[in-house]
């Protein structure tokens, strides 16, 4: 032991606290999820997202992946332009709609549900997608789409 640990006993309930809590990394890591607001433009029956691969970014996620979901949500096709990073979705949404449904995805394939952090990513196994925490080490199984 240490010459700092020898002058407490275990029993010090305080101290061991103390202790714990400075080992620990805050819940969090009190970093927060700036997504910029999507720029739609809507032509005929179809909607433009012009900053998709911007917001694909920030969610540290492919853009193929978070089209397929926003695709699903709002029941319709979608097309990416990886040249461009422009989104193509066959049906006329708003800006909050599309906010909205992005905020829903934070919350199901980025969002830690144990520590709260963004710091995850998505791995397969098998048939079973998993958000893997790299903040605090959780694996939680995530519905497939």
Request: net charge neutral; with cysteine; hydrophobic share 35%.
């Amino acid at each position: 032991m240490s010459g700092s640990e020898e002058s407490h006993d275990l029993t010090d309930y305080e101290w061991l606290l103390s202790r714990v809590y400075e080992k620990i990394p805050p819940r969090g890591s009190g970093v927060t999820l700036d997504l910029p607001e999507p720029q739609i433009i809507r032509v005929g029956t179809q909607t433009i997202i012009k900053n998709f691969r911007e917001i694909s970014q920030r969610l540290k996620r492919e853009p193929e992946l978070v089209s397929r979901y926003l695709a699903k949500e709002l029941a319709s096709a979608s097309s990416y332009d990886s040249g461009s990073g422009q989104l193509t979705l066959s049906v006329k949404v708003s800006g909050k709609i599309v906010r909205q449904v992005l905020d829903m995805f934070v919350k199901d394939y980025v969002r830690c549900p144990t520590c709260g952090s963004i710091d995850t990513h998505l791995e397969r196994k098998g048939k079973v997608w998993l958000l893997v925490c790299e903040a605090c080490g959780a694996e939680q199984s995530v519905k497939p789409f």
